[in-house]
């Protein structure tokens, strides 16, 4: 029988607790706002080396390509693109329209489909809420997923308020839909189904072919939220009968602050705008469209599908080294998400009997960001981890890895080494694994609350 | 066509002279690995027009580099942990 001191001890380090009065779309918001607490920010000394960048999932740097594209529309070329009486007007808007042809060039549609938005979480706004509030007359339902990033969470939450009925579907151990639950799921006044592409946490991707045929059939209209996706993963709007998909600049090498928003035409697929003004961008986004960051993205787009192949095989190739080099050294570490239907690029892993957020802090020397949540006062892991049924212990001991176009392989085998010799650190002082080296079930033992 | 490739293997060694002085870390090792998986790529096409047209490619590809690398001198930071000890070991 466990004492009380360790109980307690180990209650605190390993326990999570959940507060069911939140719903799910705020409980996971909620989560977010506690990750920052623990892990204290602090600038780098003058000579104190950068830790290696390993979150492609957050941000991506920019390709100097793009910086090389965009410069000119910063320095020179500064006219407002809507400006119809002169020539910097002109030039402008020349370089806005090659950029919406390059965005609509890589995934396969018309350039009259893309509209400009401020990022991915604008597009998601706007799909949501604008098809929503467009055909509420007679249709009152939303279907998404527990898995999608926050901001249509968020947006569904809202939803929920104004008087919509919104479905979270579930997601199979491996993170993936059933597609049979989303077919029952779909009612006659459903608006809108939101899945997105790839996870942002665990990598995995949907089949979006298959969910677009099926909403297609129902006539119902399918948004994805392609941010992970776009660049990295070949992506044809037709092929997979995709109405409304959103792009983020900043995740495929692009700048921050401009992303874009697939409105299909055929068949055509109406908006309530979500901000209202000039008319700019068919009256769907109102506001002048930042021509040096259209420019970027549209750089940014010509350049991933040109390196699309090449970048898919570099990023495979380093995502096996890496998982391939840290489960041949250190034993117990899972895989999250579906080992076949992900992007290679976003590894998460759970390393049992160690605490995320203390694995981070040990390795200083790497940029990576975990996927709990975790603080002193309330420790709840990442509600996508939840979502799959991973057990609480192992979402609190998960890190995610993000591989890109410029991840190199001395990074990925420093990575390897200092992760490798951390885990083996961490777990030697952690009193649970000394438990399972004595050969002690965890799971058969009663915790008691104090 | 020969001088065409001569001057871009001439241009390919002075960027590899800058990468190795300035050493700006993984987008130069990319830059480096892309240039050379690209000569590779395209060591066997014949037809004059193509190689014209890569060879343009690969000049401004080279240009590009060469202003990039002035521009990251101009806002030089730390080198990250593996940058340093690949300096260290050279």
Redesign the interface.
């Known amino acids: 029988m466990m004492n009380r001191t360790l109980s307690r001890k180990l209650l605190g380090s390993m326990c999570g607790i959940s507060n069911p009065r939140l719903s799910f779309a705020q409980s996971a918001v909620n989560t977010v706002q506690r990750e920052k607490e623990l892990i204290k920010s602090r600038e780098l000394e003058k000579d104190e080396p950068r830790p290696l960048y390993m979150d492609f999932q957050a941000t991506t740097p920019m390709d100097p390509r793009v910086l090389d594209a965009m410069l000119p529309y910063q320095v020179n070329y500064y006219g407002n693109p809507h400006s119809r009486t002169h020539a910097y007007g002109w030039e402008s808007e020349s370089a806005m329209e090659k950029a919406r042809k390059q965005v609509a060039d890589l995934i396969g549609a018309d350039p009259r489909e893309i509209v400009f938005t401020s990022g991915a979480t604008e597009s998601n706004n706007m799909s949501i809420k604008g098809v929503a509030r467009f055909y509420k007359a007679k249709k009152k339902h939303i279907v998404t997923t527990q898995t999608e990033h926050k901001c249509v969470l968020d947006s569904c939450r809202i939803m929920e308020a104004e008087g919509f009925d919104v479905t979270y579907l579930p997601v199979k151990n491996n993170g993936l839909i059933d597609l049979k639950q989303l077919e029952e799921t779909i009612r006659p006044d459903t608006s809108l189904v939101s899945i997105m592409t790839v996870n942002n946490e665990i990598g995995v991707k949907q089949p979006i072919k298959e969910i677009g045929h099926l909403c297609r059939s129902k006539n119902v209209f399918f948004h994805t939220d392609a941010a992970q996706a776009v660049g990295k993963i070949p992506i044809n709007v037709n092929d997979w009968k995709v109405d409304l998909m959103s792009i983020s600049g900043h995740k495929l090498y692009g700048p921050k602050g401009i992303g874009a928003l697939y409105l299909r035409r055929r068949p055509r697929i109406r908006i309530e705008p979500l901000q209202s003004g000039g008319g700019q961008e068919r009256g769907l986004r109102s506001g002048t469209v930042p021509t040096p960051l259209a420019v970027g993205l549209g750089a940014a787009c010509e350049i991933a599908q040109q390196e699309l192949e090449y970048d898919h095989k570099h990023v495979t190739v380093l995502a096996n080294r890496l998982v391939q080099k840290i489960m041949a050294a250190i034993p117990d570490v899972v895989l999250n998400g579906d080992p076949d239907q992900r992007y290679p690029g976003c590894v998460n892993l759970s390393f049992a009997y160690v605490e995320g957020e203390s694995l981070l802090m040990a390795l200083k020397d790497v940029a990576l960001s975990s996927g709990s949540a975790c603080t002193s006062a309330s420790l709840e892991p990442s509600y996508v981890l939840r979502a799959i049924g991973t057990d609480e212990d192992l979402a609190h001991s998960s890190i995610r890895f993000g591989i890109g176009r410029f991840t190199t392989e001395d990074e990925v085998d420093y990575t390897v080494e200092k992760c490798v010799q951390q885990v083996k650190r961490l777990r030697e002082m952690s009193p649970l694994w000394e438990m399972v080296q004595e050969g002690i079930d965890i799971k058969s033992i009663k915790w008691t609350q104090h | 066509m020969l001088c065409l490739v001569d001057d871009l293997k001439a241009r390919w060694l002075k960027i590899l002279k800058i990468s190795i002085s300035c050493c700006l870390g ?2 130069m ?3 480096l690995r ?1 240039v050379r ?1 690209a000569f590779r790529e395209n060591r066997t096409v014949e037809d004059p027009k193509v190689v014209e047209e890569l060879v343009k490619r690969a000049r401004d590809g080279l240009a ?2 060469q ?2 690398v002035c ?2 001198k101009m806002f030089e ?10 300096k260290k070991s050279d």
């Open positions: 993984g987008m090792t990319y830059a892309r998986d590009l580099i202003r990039q521009i990251g930071i730390q080198k990250t942990v593996v940058e340093q000890e690949g």
